[in-house]
């Protein structure tokens, strides 16, 4: 039964999802993970922080609505001056794209009704209910996070001497594919202003993009959160630990034929039906043509 306030009112659980138009269909599928997997779908509030979607992909995400109980709020990020300023000069990620930095403007974008809000990357797969992590107490941290395991290979890379004058290997790194914000503290910190100043420094074109940045802001001010909430790089060998998210960090996804194909990401079979066997499809065509566009020289 849904957690209600002294007034009667359902308790939001926020959740945003930071993508672009050609990701879609894996923001529908984890999006869809964290309804399908928690009776309190009443109290699910999606904030959808992407840059301008075709009609029928919007049509497609506002589908989640006629499935659950749920609201969606859509933010349309190529008409935010600011996220377009951000994204046109800082160092760019190659692989995802500079919506990357998107997440880094959540206090900006949400509205004052919240408070908590968990940020997830849209490469995961949810299957636990996340109210736990609504009624986790943060025991005054501003975040919540979880250890990633790569930490030390990805400030120091090779012989993990690169940054020593930037990060201590002995310090405990988070992943920040999910992030469980206290929002006032988030917005207190200034991340936007921090990473202005890091980049006229010179550090932003040094570090990890916005990942790398996030664990310099919040040093020892994170709640360490149990490691089945984000466990990176989502292997067969990990269906028989009951992760409650799998994080396809991969360079292998889910929706890959070879996910399928060789098995080898964790509950491949269980994501696609998440996602539906329809859009699953459809966004392979959407993939195929994508490459092909690509090899030929057209563009996107």
């Not at 990060?167 to 006032?184: H, Q, T």
């Not at 010179?202 to 040093?219: P, S, T």
Request: proline residues 4%; charged residues 25%; glycine residues 4%.
């Amino acid at each position: 039964m849904a957690q209600e306030t002294a007034a009667g009112a359902l308790m939001a659980m926020h959740v945003a999802l930071t993508f672009d138009d050609n990701f879609w269909a894996p923001a529908y599928a984890t999006m869809r993970s964290v309804c399908l997997f928690t009776h309190r779908r009443p109290e699910l509030v999606f904030h959808l922080m992407h840059r301008t979607l075709t009609a029928e992909h919007r049509a497609d995400l506002e589908k989640i609505r006629d499935e659950f109980p749920v609201e969606l709020r859509f933010y349309d990020l190529d008409q935010s001056e600011m996220f377009r300023d951000i994204a046109a000069r800082m160092p760019e990620n190659k692989r995802l794209s500079n919506i990357v930095y998107a997440r880094l403007l959540i206090d900006r974008l949400v509205g004052p009704d919240v408070t908590r809000v968990l940020y997830l990357d849209c490469d995961m797969l949810v299957r636990d209910d996340i109210g736990a992590l609504f009624d986790l107490d943060l025991e005054g941290n501003a975040i919540g996070a979880v250890r990633d395991p790569a930490g030390a290979l990805i400030t120091g890379q090779r012989d993990l001497l690169k940054n020593r004058d930037i990060f201590d290997p002995a310090d405990p790194y988070f992943n920040a594919g999910l992030v469980l914000i206290d929002v006032a503290q988030w917005r207190e910190a200034d991340i936007v202003g921090r990473m202005e100043a890091a980049h006229a420094s010179g550090v932003m074109q040094r570090i990890y993009y916005d990942q790398d940045l996030l664990n310099l802001i919040f040093k020892r001010r994170w709640l360490k959160l149990p490691w089945r909430w984000n466990v990176v790089d989502a292997r067969p060998a990990h269906d028989g630990i009951d992760p409650a998210i799998v994080h396809y960090t991969g360079e292998t996804k889910p929706w890959s034929v070879f996910a399928h194909t060789f098995g080898s990401v964790a509950f491949a079979r269980v994501y696609r039906h998440v996602m539906t066997n329809e859009l699953f499809y459809r966004f392979a065509r959407h993939r195929w043509k994508r490459w092909w566009k690509k090899k030929l020289g057209l563009g996107r």
